[in-house]
């Protein structure tokens, strides 16, 4: 069983950046990959980032590229999404999530692609 605890959420005006972490802990974790994913209220949960857990290759939806960072720390089985420039429309419950399958661009940012969830953190961008 994997655990993921998601942190550094908050408000912030627009323009401004957080970072947020996600650690996970478990017997045996080694995944694949792990993505961020958002959801603001009353839509879909969506893809914003993921990251090849071995190689540290990275992916990122088109209305964060540019703004938004996503990076890893295997000794620490962390991972972070450093959010900077950021715009109302960010605003959303983040979450983390960790894959087993076999990393695959296309694939990644499929919420069915991860096995594990952490609970969320809020970010707020106030305009």
């Known amino acids: 069983q994997v655990q993921l605890v998601e942190s550094g959420g908050g408000l912030v005006q627009a323009g401004g950046s957080l970072r947020l972490s996600c650690a996970a802990s478990?017997?045996?974790?080694?995944?694949?990959?792990m993505g961020w994913f958002r959801q603001a209220p009353g839509k879909e949960r969506e893809f914003v980032s993921a990251i090849n857990w071995s190689s540290g290759y990275t992916v990122y939806t088109d209305s964060v590229k540019g703004r938004f960072t996503i990076s890893r720390d295997n000794a620490k089985n962390t991972v972070y999404l450093q959010m900077n420039i950021l715009k109302h429309e960010d605003t959303a419950v983040y979450f983390c999530?960790?894959?087993?399958?076999?990393?695959?661009?296309?694939?990644?940012?499929?919420?069915?692609?991860?096995?594990?969830w952490g609970q969320g953190t809020q970010v707020t961008v106030s305009s």
């Open positions: 478990g017997r045996t974790f080694s995944p694949y990959a």
């Open positions: 999530a960790a894959g087993r399958g076999t990393w695959d661009s296309n694939l990644v940012s499929l919420r069915t692609f991860y096995a594990y």
